[in-house]
Nanobody
């Protein structure tokens, strides 16, 4: 059974940085895509960033230039470095992994950015 475990959330002030990490376990197949999504207060879940096995990345316009996604394929770990955080980045951040045609989600980690 595939499990995704996130870590690294917390409370910071605007302009500060946080690093989220997600470790996947239990997969017998290679993970095609890993990524981060978020759900802000009263909002729908939205894409933050994704990274393919070969390293190709995508970013939401709202975070491009501030956030950097990276992964260690050997360890099945994906990280999200978040710099210059803004109050509007406040959300629950979810790790996602696409394995063959199945999508798996972590339990979420809270990121709160105070003004």
């Amino acid at each position: 059974q595939v499990q995704l475990v996130e870590s690294g959330g917390g409370l910071v002030q605007a302009g500060e940085s946080l690093r989220l990490s997600c470790a996947a376990s239990g997969s017998r197949s290679s993970i095609n895509y890993m990524g981060w999504y978020r759900r802000g207060p009263g909002m729908q879940r939205e894409l933050v960033a994704t990274i393919a096995t070969g390293g190709r990345t995508t970013y939401a316009d709202s975070v491009r230039g501030r956030f950097t996604i990276s992964r260690d394929n050997a360890k099945n770990v994906v990280d999200l470095q978040m710099n210059s955080l803004k109050p509007e980045d406040t959300a629950v951040y979810y790790c996602n992994a696409i394995i063959t045609s199945s999508s798996y989600w972590g339990q979420g980690t809270q990121v709160t950015v105070s003004p």
